[in-house]
C-alpha cells in the first residue's frame, strides 16, 4: 500500500505497542507530527515543555513497565535537550528509541539552519544509531532500532530528514508477532550450588545483597533470608522489586542512600550473595567480606570488587536451586540483633519526623506520603536528599513502586517519571517527590500534568539548598554555591493551572494532606502541588557511620552522634554483645 514514510514509522510503532511518544514539534519533524496527527487514534503524543522532560518520561516509562519508551527531539537543539533522559535510560540499561529530526536531505552539508552532523553527537549514548538516507528505509530503520534497543538494553537513536518522512513509499507490515526478545540464560551448574551452599554453611554472619536482576524473586529472596538466616540488604533502586522493605530481615540499603543497619550488617558480615546487581559502591565495602557474586551479565562479574566465586547465572532461578536443599539453619544471634537494629533505625526515624519543635523535617513529610499511600501507589523520585529520605521510609512494598534516576543520577526527572506512570495507570494514585534544587528543573512539567489532566501530587521538599552536595562540601570543609534562593512554589504552580499548598509545620502538613486525598476521592482531575518549607539539615551519611566502639574513640562517637543528631542506636556489635 501507499502511504507516507512516517505513517509507516507510526504503524511500526503501534505494532510494537507503544502507545504514548513524548517531544516538542519543530519544523524538521514536521512529518512525524502529520503522521501522529493522521494516525492518532493508535499512538497517543504528549506535548512535554522541555524535550528532556519527554525523554526522561520515556525512560520512566521503560523502567517501571519493561517496555520500550519512546520519544523524540526536531533538528539540534530539540534533539540535543534529549540528552540527560537519554544517558538516564543507557546508565540504567533500559531499552528506549528516541528519533531525531534533521534538515531536509537536500540541505545536509550546505551549513543550513539548524543542521549539524548529528550521527556522532548520539555515538556515545546509543546502542544503535543511524540516518535515514531514503524514505524506503525509515520503517525498517525504526523497526531494527527497536529490536537492537531491546536486546542491548540501551538506547536507540534514528535522525531522520523530515522530506523523507513525508514522502509516500509502497509499505507491507511485517507479520511476525512483535515481542522483545528472550534474554538466553545460562544453566545453572549444580556444582556451583552445591560450593556456594558450602560456603553458606561455614559462615557465621551471612547476608544476600540484591539488585533489579532479581525482578519477581521477591519471595524468592525472602524464603532464602529465612532458610538460612540470612539479613537481606538491597540496592536503593530495588527496594520493593528484590524485596518487600516490610519483612523482618530487611535491614534497607548501603551507602547514602543508605541505612545504619544495612551499613553494620554488611560490616559484620563474613560472606555475601551479590545477587543480580553491579552496584558502583560495593567497592567501598571491607575487603574482609567473601563475596559469591551471581549475574547474567560476564562483564558484570567482578567490576566492582573483587569476588570469591563469580557465577553466570539467573539470579532468582540460582537461588531457587539453592532452597532445594536439604539444610535449614536456625536463627543465628547475628539475624536477631540485625532486626533488633532496624527496629531501633525505624524509631529513630518516627521520633524525628514526629518532632517539628524547630522546624519541618523531611521524615514528618516522607511519613504523611507513607501513611496516605493506597497499596499501589506509585513515586516518581528526583535526585537528591529527597531520594535518601523516601528510601528511608516509603512502604516499599506489595504494589507499590519507585523509580529513580540511578546511575546517571540527573537532576528533575520526579516529574516527568510521574507523567509516565499517570499516563499509563490512570487509575493508580500517583506521587512525584523533589527537593527544590530538582523541581526547578522540571517544574514546568506542570503545565503537561494540567494539560492532559493528571491528579499527581507533587511533593516539594523545600530546604534552601542542594543538600546532597551541601553534605560533599561539608565533609571538606566548606560550602559554596549550593544555597538556593526561595520560592513561593506553590503560587508558582498555581499559576500554571495546579491546586497548590504550603506548609510549615506537622499540623499544617496532615491538614494539607487530609484535604488533598479528599480532593482526590471527589474525581478532581488537576495536579497537586505541596510545598514543604524545611528546616534544613545534614541528613545522617549512612555511607559510613561511626557508632562502634571497636573502631571508633568515644570523642569520635559523641561527636557523630551530635552532628546528625542520632540518639537510641547503639552499634550493632554492642547489640551482638548483650546477646
Not at 159 to 175: A, G
Not at 240 to 254: L, T
Not at 312 to 321: Q, T, Y
Amino acid at each position: 500500500m501507499k502511504i507516507t514514510a512516517g505513517q509507516a514509522l507510526v504503524d511500526v510503532l503501534n505494532s510494537w505497542d507503544v502507545k504514548h511518544i513524548y517531544g516538542i514539534p519543530g519544523s524538521s519533524v514536521n512529518g512525524l507530527m502529520d503522521a501522529l496527527y493522521t494516525e492518532r487514534d493508535k499512538i497517543k503524543y504528549i506535548q512535554v515543555r522541555h524535550e528532556s522532560a519527554g525523554a526522561m518520561a520515556a525512560t520512566s516509562y521503560s523502567k517501571f513497565s519493561g517496555k520500550i519508551g519512546v520519544c523524540y527531539g526536531s533538528a539540534a537543539p530539540g534533539g540535543t535537550n534529549l540528552f540527560n533522559g537519554l544517558y538516564d535510560a543507557k546508565m540504567d540499561r533500559v531499552p528506549l528509541l528516541a528519533i531525531v529530526g534533521q534538515t531536509a536531505a537536500a540541505n545536509v552539508n550546505t551549513n543550513f539552519f539548524q543542521e549539524m552532523d548529528e550521527v556522532p553527537t548520539y555515538s556515545d549514548v546509543a546502542v544503535y544509531n543511524k540516518m535515514a538516507t531514503t524514505a524506503e528505509q525509515i520503517p525498517h530503520l525504526i523497526e531494527e532500532a527497536i529490536r537492537t534497543a531491546y536486546s542491548k538494553k540501551g538506547v536507540a537513536v534514528v535522525i531522520l530528514p523530515n522530506d523523507l518522512v513525508e514522502k509516500e513509499i509502497d509499505y507491507s507490515p511485517r507479520k511476525e508477532e512483535k515481542t522483545p526478545p528472550i534474554v538466553e540464560k545460562q544453566p545453572i551448574v549444580e556444582d556451583d550450588v552445591n560450593k556456594v551452599l558450602e560456603m553458606i554453611k561455614k559462615a557465621k554472619r551471612p547476608v544476600i545483597y540484591g539488585g533489579l536482576g532479581l525482578a519477581g524473586g521477591r519471595d524468592t529472596v525472602v524464603k532464602i533470608s529465612e532458610k538460612f538466616s540470612m539479613p537481606i540488604i538491597t540496592t536503593a533502586l530495588s527496594i520493593g522489586i528484590a524485596a518487600p522493605n516490610d519483612h523482618e530481615n530487611y535491614m534497607g540499603s548501603f551507602g547514602r542512600l543508605g541505612t545504619k543497619p544495612a551499613f553494620e550488617a554488611i560490616n559484620k558480615a563474613d560472606l555475601m550473595l551479590f545477587v543480580g546487581t553491579n552496584f558502583p559502591f560495593a567497592r567501598f565495602w571491607t575487603k574482609d567480606l567473601k563475596i559469591v557474586q551471581i549475574n547474567n551479565n560476564i562483564e558484570d562479574i567482578g567490576k566492582q570488587i573483587p569476588v570469591e566465586m563469580g557465577i553466570v547465572a539467573d539470579g532468582k532461578e540460582f537461588l531457587e536451586e539453592l532452597l532445594k536443599a536439604d539444610y535449614k539453619r536456625e536463627e543465628t544471634d547475628f539475624l536477631k540483633a540485625c532486626r533488633i537494629n532496624k527496629k531501633n533505625w525505624d524509631t529513630w526515624l518516627e521520633n524525628i519526623a514526629d518532632d517539628d519543635s524547630k522546624g519541618l523535617n523531611a521524615e514528618a513529610v516522607i511519613k504523611a506520603i507513607r501513611d496516605r499511600s493506597t497499596e499501589d501507589a506509585f513515586y516518581g523520585l528526583d535526585v537528591g536528599n529527597n531520594t535518601m529520605y523516601s528510601v528511608r521510609m516509603l512502604p516499599l512494598n506489595k504494589k507499590r513502586r519507585h523509580v529513580i534516576s540511578g546511575w546517571f543520577a540527573t537532576l528533575g526527572v520526579g516529574l516527568p517519571y510521574s507523567i509516565a506512570a499517570k499516563l499509563t495507570t490512570p487509575e493508580r494514585q500517583v506521587w512525584s517527590i523533589s527537593g527544590d534544587g530538582g523541581f526547578a528543573m522540571n517544574m514546568q512539567e506542570i503545565i503537561t500534568q494540567v494539560r492532559y489532566e493528571l491528579p499527581i501530587i507533587n511533593i516539594v521538599l523545600s530546604n534552601g539548598s542542594y543538600g546532597f552536595i551541601q553534605h560533599a562540601q561539608i565533609q571538606k570543609d566548606f560550602m559554596y554555591g549550593v544555597d538556593i534562593t526561595d520560592v513561593d512554589w506553590a503560587k508558582t504552580a498555581e499559576g500554571m493551572g495546579a491546586i497548590s499548598y504550603t506548609v510549615k509545620n506537622i499540623e499544617e502538613l496532615n491538614k494539607a494532606m487530609d484535604e488533598i486525598i479528599e480532593i482526590q476521592k471527589s474525581g478532581n482531575k488537576k495536579p497537586i502541588l505541596l510545598d514543604a518549607k524545611l528546616l534544613y539539615s545534614d541528613p545522617l551519611d549512612t555511607s559510613n557511620i561511626k557508632l562502634d566502639p571497636e573502631i571508633y574513640s568515644k570523642e569520635e562517637i559523641e561527636e557523630f552522634k551530635k552532628t546528625y543528631n542520632v540518639f537510641g542506636q547503639p552499634a550493632l556489635s554492642e547489640i551482638l554483645k548483650e546477646m
